[in-house]
């Protein structure tokens, strides 16, 4: 297989639609942070660099991990070097952020050391930005501009609550309406800000007023034990409860089946059970990762099998099987010591719900080289996209894919518009075969999606839009525009 580390030659391959892209020739990485710093965005800042690929973690504008690969290194180390970059491409992607924060130093500071240092090896350099004629230094520019935007942020924090503070805020059961009726997927509530709907993780409205610490009691209070909310028609599961904030999904997508996302399920069934070494499973949004690592879950557990979950827990799952959940596989635990854990519990399937980082991706070539069968979740609208954001990871020092040989299959989800009724799920299921594995070992991304789609048969994702149609579900017209989308299904 190529080396695919130098992604920066095609950023294109990763990108999603409504990415930030860019050449860092054009913006510098200080301009980037700042922009985001004050829009206070959360996600994931990539640069494709010669030789590898750093990430900086964005928390409400705030850099709070930083990673650089094939190095495998973290922390803040990490982010100064990263921020010394002046080469190279970027993507800033909005998502939540589950990285350990590992940087806990206002993200100002660390701005400014990089510009110090950068400015201090021109100057040792004698370089185009050092020296007393220099006019300005990255540093005294990068005051200025901490400075301006600063002002702008207080004034449009004031301006905000002017507007906001002085509409009416709905009450709970309104909000819901309205995020449903504008085909939102979630909604937000956190204390002092406007009620947020989102839509496949990314924000689609701001509805008026302000919310209270009242709102979020009631809600509390009004989904129970069960942690459900009923809406007219709509249900509304409560998936996180802080002191500060609600987060609400509707519960089409909070109680995710295999039945319900529209899988061929004999074909999921037999994967399944007959696994492996590794199932992947691929979506597009982190949120969409977890509900199909929820899923997969519970169907193991209904059919006998004891799951060990690493990761949070999000749900309870029914039936004869045994679920072992545990939270943040790395804490305090090497990857031998996790793999000597798992032997002694003697599960019949482990789950990775997120896979983040090289790390992650030892533990997991670990585990299925152990023995274990193993599922694990990575970003993307199906197998071949997956495999092209994450071969950094996998890459073997020998060439070629390491994880290509382990593979058993992947289960993908998609979130297709509907009719008018909001997103609906359109599942996949495709079994690994020889031919996938050659294509991806020559490097050939597209080529291995086509042959995993069409090697699916009934459990393909172009199998599950022609039920879809065949049930009434999409018209037409909808299906032809979601149609050239799906992985190696053609136009």
């Known amino acids: ?151 702008f942020q207080s004034l449009f924090s004031r301006l905000e609550k002017e507007v906001t503070g002085g509409a009416e805020t709905a009450p709970v059961d309104g909000i819901l309406a309205a995020a449903a009726s504008r085909g939102a997927d979630t909604v937000v509530l956190r204390e002092g800000e406007s009620p947020v709907a989102a839509r496949g993780g990314r924000v689609s409205h701001r509805l008026p007023g302000v919310v209270r610490k009242e709102m979020i009691d009631e809600v509390r ?39 319900g996302a529209n899988f061929h399920v004999p074909s999921v069934d037999a994967l399944l059970e ?7 499973l691929v979506a597009e949004s982190a949120d969409e990762e977890r509900l199909l690592a929820d899923a997969t879950a519970a169907r193991l557990v209904e059919r006998g099998h004891t799951v060990a979950f690493l990761g949070e827990r999000r749900r309870a799952f029914a039936g004869p099987g045994i679920a072992i959940h545990r939270a943040g596989p790395f804490r305090g635990k090497t990857r031998a010591q996790l793999v000597a854990d798992l032997a002694d519990l003697r599960p019949s399937r482990v789950i990775l719900p997120e896979l983040l980082d090289g790390e992650d991706a030892a533990l997991l070539l670990d585990l299925a080289r152990s023995g274990r069968p193993v599922l694990a979740s990575l970003p993307g609208v199906g197998g071949a996209d997956a495999l092209r954001r994450s071969a950094g990871w996998f890459a073997s020092p020998s060439g070629g894919n390491a994880l290509s040989p382990l593979l058993a299959g992947v289960i993908s989800l998609i979130f297709a518009p509907g009719n008018g009724d909001g997103p609906l799920p ?66």
């Open 221 to 259: 209070r009004a989904a129970g034990e069960r942690g459900v909310i009923v809406s007219g028609e709509e249900r509304f599961r409560l998936v996180h409860r802080f002191r500060d904030e609600a987060v609400l999904l509707r519960d089409a997508r909070a109680a995710l089946s295999f039945e």
């Open 1 to 151: 297989m190529r080396d695919r580390t130098d992604t920066m030659e095609r950023p294109a391959d990763v990108l999603g639609g409504n990415d930030l892209v860019g050449s860092l020739r054009v913006a510098s990485i200080f301009d980037i942070c700042q922009f985001l710093l004050l829009g206070a965005r959360s996600g994931t800042l990539t640069l494709f660099r010669r030789g590898g690929t750093s990430r900086l973690f964005f928390d409400a504008g705030k850099i709070v991990n930083a990673a650089e690969e094939p190095e495998r290194k973290q922390g803040r180390d990490a982010a100064m070097r990263i921020l010394q970059l002046r080469e190279g491409g970027f993507r800033f992607r909005v998502e939540e952020i589950v990285a350990p924060r590992l940087i806990e130093e206002p993200t100002q500071n660390l701005l400014l050391e990089a510009a110090r240092r950068l400015d201090e090896e021109e100057e040792i350099a004698g370089g185009e930005g050092g020296g007393e004629g220099a006019a300005v230094s990255r540093e005294e520019e990068l005051l200025r501009k901490q400075a301006e935007g600063e002002s």
């Open 426 to 491: 359109l599942g996949g299921v495709a079994p690994w075969s020889a031919r996938a594995a050659a294509a991806l070992d020559g490097g050939g991304y597209d080529e291995a999606g086509s042959v995993l789609e069409q090697g699916a048969g009934d459990g393909s994702l172009r199998a599950a839009l022609d039920r879809l149609v065949r049930r009434g579900a999409l018209d037409d017209a909808t299906c032809a525009a979601i149609a050239p989308h799906i992985p190696g299904a053609g136009s």
């Open 274 to 280: 007959r696994m492996r070494g590794v199932v992947l």
